[in-house]
C-alpha cells in the first residue's frame, strides 16, 4: 500500500510497459516470474512474480530493459510509473526574463493556484455549481494523493501526478441486464475517480478556453452554464486570474498525459495554451460564476458513457452514463431514439463526456432519465492537440 491505502501495482506497471514498448510476454510463468523477449534486441529479460518497488529486483529490472534498448534508466523508471499515473503539466512561460525561470512570486502563484484548480476539479467533478461552497471531503482526499514531481526545462513547467486507484472499482449499481446485439452494442469500464477528477480538470480548462478566450468578442454570461456544465467554478477561473496577472508570465499551458491504467484516454485536448492578455477576461468569469445564482428546473448529469445498447424489437436504444450521486459512482440510463442512438454510439467510441439533462427516478438497475433522448456531448473544442 501506499499513502493514503492506495495500492501501487508495480509488476502490473512493469509489464504493461514492456508490453506497450514492443518486448514480447512469457510462454509461461514460473512460480518465480517469466522471461520477456525484447523484439529488437532480442534480448531476455527475467521479470520475478513478486516484484518490491524498492527491492534489487526492481533495480536489476529497469537496468537491463535500459541497457536493451540504449536509453537512460531513470527515462525506462518514469515510463513505468506513468502507466498508472495521471499528469498535468503546468507551464509558465516567460519570454522577457532568464530562459527557465520566472520570478519567485509567480512560481509560488502557479504552485498554489495549481493545486487550488486541482482541488476545485475535485469538487465538481462530483457535482457542478458555479461556487464552491465547501470543498468536497472525498475530493480532497483524491487530491491528497497527487504528487509533485522536480520541475524540468520548457521555461517553468510543474508536473503533477495523480495516481490511479488499483483495483478500479466497479460502479455501485446492479448489472444491466441488457446484453450488445447485432453489433450495436458498446461496453466501457466504470471510470477510476482519479481519472475522473483529472478530466474534469482538462475539460474545465479546455471549455473555459474555447467559450470565454478563443472567441474574438467578450463572451456574454449566457456561456456560463456550459462553462458550469463542463466543472468551471469561480474558484477555478480566479485560480488561473491569478497565474495570468503575474508580471513576468506571458503566456500559461497545461499538457495533460493519461495512465493506460485509467482506460481509454478521455476526447479532451491534450494541451491548452492562455496567454496572459486574456487575465481580464478569465477575472470577469470568475466574477460572474461567483454571483452565480441560476437554478435549474431539471437535474444534469455529466460522466462518461459506460454502454450504448439497442433494442432486441425496436430501433430504439438505451446509453447508460455513469455519474456521481451523493458523492457515489452510479449511472444514469437513458432511453433514445435510432438518431440518438447512433449519435451516442460515436461518442462512447470517441470516449466523448455526455451530459444527461432530466429528472431521474430510481429503479433496479440504478437511476433512469424521466424524459427520452435528453443526453448530449460536453461541447469541446476536442479537434486541438
Known amino acids: 500500500m501506499g499513502k493514503g491505502g492506495k495500492r501501487v501495482n508495480t509488476l502490473g506497471n512493469v509489464t504493461a510497459y514492456l508490453a506497450s514498448t514492443g518486448w514480447l510476454p512469457p510462454e509461461q510463468i514460473g512460480e518465480r516470474g517469466g522471461l520477456w523477449r525484447d523484439r529488437q534486441s532480442e534480448s531476455l529479460l527475467p521479470v520475478p512474480n513478486d516484484l518490491d518497488r524498492h527491492g534489487a529486483d526492481w533495480i536489476a529490472v529497469t537496468e537491463q530493459i535500459a541497457h536493451a534498448r540504449g536509453i537512460p534508466v531513470d527515462q525506462v523508471i518514469r515510463g513505468i510509473e506513468r502507466q498508472s499515473i495521471d499528469v498535468v503539466e503546468l507551464r509558465a512561460a516567460n519570454d522577457i526574463a532568464i530562459r527557465g525561470s520566472i520570478s519567485y512570486q509567480a512560481g509560488a502563484a502557479l504552485v498554489e493556484s495549481g493545486l487550488r484548480m486541482l482541488r476545485s476539479s475535485a469538487t465538481t467533478a462530483e457535482r457542478q455549481r458555479a461556487r464552491i461552497g465547501n470543498y468536497s471531503r472525498t475530493g480532497d482526499e483524491l487530491v491528497a494523493t497527487a504528487r509533485m514531481a522536480h520541475t524540468r526545462d520548457g521555461s517553468y513547467v510543474i508536473p503533477i501526478l495523480l495516481p490511479i486507484s488499483d483495483p478500479v472499482a466497479d460502479v455501485d449499481i446492479e448489472d444491466d441486464p441488457q446484453e450488445p446485439i447485432d453489433g450495436m452494442g458498446i461496453s466501457e469500464p466504470p471510470e477510476p ?3 475522473r477528477v483529472m478530466r474534469t480538470f482538462a ?3 479546455s471549455t ?13 454570461g449566457s456561456v456560463d452554464i456550459e462553462l458550469v456544465r463542463a466543472g468551471v467554478s469561480s474558484q477555478f477561473a480566479s485560480a488561473l486570474h491569478r497565474i495570468l496577472v503575474q508580471e513576468t508570465v506571458a503566456e500559461f499551458s497545461a499538457e495533460f498525459e493519461w495512465a493506460p ?10 494541451a491548452i495554451v492562455i496567454p496572459s492578455a486574456a487575465s481580464e477576461r478569465v477575472g470577469n468569469v470568475a466574477n460572474r460564476l461567483k454571483k452565480h445564482t441560476t437554478t435549474r428546473a431539471e437535474q444534469q448529469f455529466v460522466g462518461p458513457i459506460l454502454g450504448v445498447v ?3 424489437d425496436a430501433d430504439t ?7 456521481i450521486q451523493n458523492r ?3 449511472s444514469v440510463l437513458v432511453n433514445v431514439s435510432a438518431e440518438i442512438l447512433d449519435q451516442a454510439w460515436t461518442w462512447a467510441q470517441d470516449r466523448r463526456t455526455v451530459v444527461v439533462n432530466s429528472k431521474v427516478r430510481r429503479t433496479h438497475n440504478g437511476l433512469q432519465a424521466v424524459k427520452n433522448d435528453a443526453i448530449m456531448p ?3 473544442d476536442v479537434d486541438r492537440s
Open 310 to 312: 439497442r433494442d432486441h
Open 193 to 195: 475517480p482519479e481519472r
Open 261 to 270: 491504467a485509467g482506460g481509454p484516454a478521455p476526447r479532451v485536448a491534450s
Open 328 to 330: 457515489r459512482p452510479t
Open 317 to 323: 436504444g438505451t446509453v447508460r452514463v455513469e455519474v
Open 208 to 220: 473555459l478556453d474555447a467559450v470565454a478566450i478563443a472567441p474574438e468578442q467578450e463572451p456574454k
Open 378 to 380: 460536453l461541447m469541446l
Open 203 to 205: 475539460e474545465a480548462l
